[in-house]
């Protein structure tokens, strides 16, 4: 009898041990949604628009490091850390010749201070150890897609190509932003989409910048373009071209899915590589394989359809549950919220009880 009272007690004492010691952050942090980040860092939010203490970093530190710094070493002490892959080849070496990271990355052990990885690439290997969390999705997995959604307008374009400058006001073409999205690929491509196919397309960003002399006639060029002012063109366009390698899931991709705008992209890009599929449009590699792939690409266009596709498995709402899932199989006790309170979780953006469109 008494050995049964003794074990009720410890077990009891156990108990109340195990409470104290592991309230964690839901009893801790009651005011959690006062917690407002800025990029590099990124919050998280649930599908009722509060925030979990759970911060991304998505890119270098760069040129605020040192404020960048002081605010992650305040962030972990309360938060979950992680990574996402929204810039280039971060957190590897950076391949834009206009950045230079390497002495922030000395300083910076991005790869030790997050708890897991959220990342858009093939090869998760070569980025990540094996024994680290991480889960293959993109902020471009979240696009909403009444924001997004196509009106029934006259294709004006047979192609839209969104290579924007640095700077527009400058004379240089060959920049940061420039490098990302290819266009020294891009130039080549065009000239064969214009010679061979007679292609007309919205050259977006480039505007006095050099081109073949037989697309002048078929390129309609424009400076920076407003986000509402682009997805008219979105509209207007029968497929987006995007001969973009160091890319990390770019957002215009997604966005041209939404818009039924199918899609012609490299086979080597970072991210974004994911939507590219038998509904979705083709991979080309380079000037060498465009011609052969165009002509099956152009005989199909009207076969795919891109925003069905991009609906049935992506945005907040498929997306934020594939999310949710993740962490809370991961960092369960470690969370500012109860997993039963939660349908799906958002990146940056509060997505209050969205519903998927339908069509």
């Not at 040192?66 to 002490?77: A, H």
């Not at 160091?246 to 215009?252: G, K």
């Not at 818009?259 to 590589?273: D, E, S």
């Not at 994911?274 to 052969?292: H, L, S």
């Amino acid at each position: 009898m008494y050995i049964i009272i003794a074990l009720i007690i410890i077990l009891v004492l156990v108990f109340i041990n195990y409470k104290i010691n592991n309230k964690g952050f839901i009893d801790n942090y009651e005011n959690y949604d006062e917690v407002i980040v800025e990029r590099p860092f990124v919050n998280l939010y649930d599908n009722n628009g509060n925030k979990l203490n759970v911060i991304l970093i998505s890119k270098p530190f760069g040129f605020d490091e040192d404020k960048s710094k002081s605010t992650y070493l305040k962030l972990k002490e309360n938060n979950v850390i992680l990574g996402i892959t929204s810039y280039l080849e971060f957190p590897n070496v950076i391949s834009n010749p206009f950045d230079d990271f390497n002495e922030d990355y000395k300083k910076h052990k991005y790869k030790e201070w997050c708890d897991g990885w959220l990342y858009c690439f093939r090869n998760p290997e070569d980025y990540f150890s094996e024994h680290i969390p991480k889960l293959l999705i993109s902020e471009s997995d979240f696009m909403d897609c009444y924001i997004n959604k196509p009106k029934n307008v006259e294709k004006i374009y047979d192609f839209i190509y969104i290579c924007l400058k640095q700077d527009e006001s400058s004379d240089v073409c060959d920049d940061w932003a420039t490098y990302n999205k290819n266009w020294q690929l891009g130039k080549k491509c065009l000239s064969i989409m214009c010679k061979k196919f007679k292609l007309k397309g919205a050259l977006i960003g480039r505007k006095d910048c050099e081109i073949d002399s037989e697309c002048d006639s078929l390129m309609h060029t424009t400076n920076m373009l407003s986000n509402d002012e682009l997805k008219t063109y979105y509209d207007k366009s029968r497929f987006i071209f995007i001969p973009n390698v160091a890319d990390a899931s770019p957002r215009v991709l997604a966005e041209a899915l939404l818009y039924n705008v199918p899609c012609l992209v490299n086979k080597n890009i970072l991210g974004g590589w994911k939507y590219v599929n038998n509904n979705t449009g083709m991979f080309f590699n380079d000037e060498n394989d465009i011609e052969d792939v165009l002509s099956i690409f152009l005989k199909n266009i009207n076969n795919y359809t891109p925003r069905q596709f991009f609906l049935d498995n992506y945005g907040p709402v498929n997306s934020g549950k594939k999310l949710k899932n993740f962490i809370f199989t991961h960092f369960k006790d470690r969370l500012n919220r109860k997993e039963k309170d939660i349908d799906y979780l958002t990146i940056d953006y509060p997505k209050v009880n969205f519903k998927t469109c339908q069509n």
